[in-house]
């Protein structure tokens, strides 16, 4: 099969590419700073390239705002990347691409279904409904049987149509000290039809990075926990789309006061903020150093030994 974005299936390439890819709907927080600078760490200790990614494909949440403040942070913590940045604003029709190979080989279909609509089915289907592992009720096929429709869908794939089509999956984890590679089987099943492309943007998170991941030749995926499940979904696709599989690396998360991860949306305090109130780069590279789970990943930071 071959695909607009990777018509020769070309390998990844030689050279490490690693991303920061954050969305700037919102003022970074600790946990980013761990991202980027594991990631910047890990560049440099394989001799390879930085990128940073603006994945602002929301239009109501992002602002210029915040990606100034992502820059600005990125330079206070002393981390450099290539330019230009790529924005995924700018970028609709990589996306489009990719979303009609998929709808080539009939595996989107339209959904019409309000939240409210889907809420509902799934309280009627009882407390055992399955759902995925971020917590959320799989989707229960509420448009299959529809006799009205809205104004605009959003598109979701047939789960069980594409991995009938892929076969058995597996994605790659590394060890970013020794380099090794584990194999990790994927089950995309369990997310059920997620969104590939949304009402109000031609694209989702889960299509855009793994389209981005492939245009930029990203070979280290360095990302937080919280993301490693989603792995599943972007095998998937890399697999249906014929795109080059990074390695992949699910850093442990910072922790807030409540033991909950820190998160912008539940107004976990921000690195600005914390800036505002004294702390330094020392006192943050010092905390994130003593940061509880981090053993076997802060040398990346403290001791970098590029090679090359």
């Known amino acids: 099969m071959t695909h607009p ?3 020769d299936r070309s390998p990844l390439s030689t050279q490490a590419v690693v991303r920061f890819a954050p969305s700037p709907n919102g003022p970074l927080h600790r946990g980013h700073a761990l991202s980027a ?19 602002d494909i929301d239009p109501a949440r992002s602002k210029p705002e915040h990606i100034a403040m992502i820059e600005e942070t990125l330079a206070w913590l002393g981390i450099d990347y290539e330019k230009p940045v790529r924005h995924q604003s700018q970028h609709m029709d990589d996306y489009a691409k990719a979303f009609a190979t998929l709808t080539a080989q009939g595996l989107v279909y339209p959904c019409f279904c309000t939240r409210g609509e889907i809420n509902a089915e799934v309280q009627a289907k ?21 006799t009205t429709k809205g104004e605009a869908p959003q598109w979701r794939i ?13 994605w790659r984890s590394f060890d970013p000290e020794t380099g090794e590679v584990t194999y990790r089987s994927a089950d995309p ?11 109000d943007t031609p694209t989702s998170y889960h299509l855009a990075v793994v389209v981005d991941d492939a245009l930029q030749g990203v070979t280290h995926i360095v990302r937080g926990m919280d993301l490693e ?10 697999s249906l789309l014929g795109l080059p599989q990074p390695l ?33 780069l020392d006192g943050l590279v010092g905390c994130l150093e003593f940061f509880s789970g981090i053993d076997g990943q802060a040398y990346l930071i403290f001791d970098v030994e590029p090679t090359g």
Do not use: F
């Open 229 to 238: 499940a989603a792995t599943d979904i972007h095998c998937v696709l890399q």
């Open 189 to 199: 099943a369990r997310w059920g039809d997620v969104v590939l492309r949304r009402k």
């Open 5 to 7: 974005l990777n018509p």
């Open 37 to 55: 600078l594991l990631n910047a760490a890990l560049a440099q200790k394989l001799g390879g390239r930085m990128l940073l990614r603006i994945e």
């Open 248 to 280: 992949y690396w699910h850093h442990d998360l910072i922790m807030g006061p409540d033991g909950s991860k820190l998160s912008k949306s539940r107004g976990s305090e921000s690195l600005a903020a914390e800036r505002e109130a004294g702390l330094t």
């Open 126 to 146: 009882g407390p055992d409904w399955p759902q995925d592992p971020d917590g959320t009720p799989l989707y229960p096929g509420t448009c299959s049987h529809r």
């Open 158 to 170: 047939d789960m069980a149509k594409a991995v009938a089509l892929t076969g058995p999956l597996q």
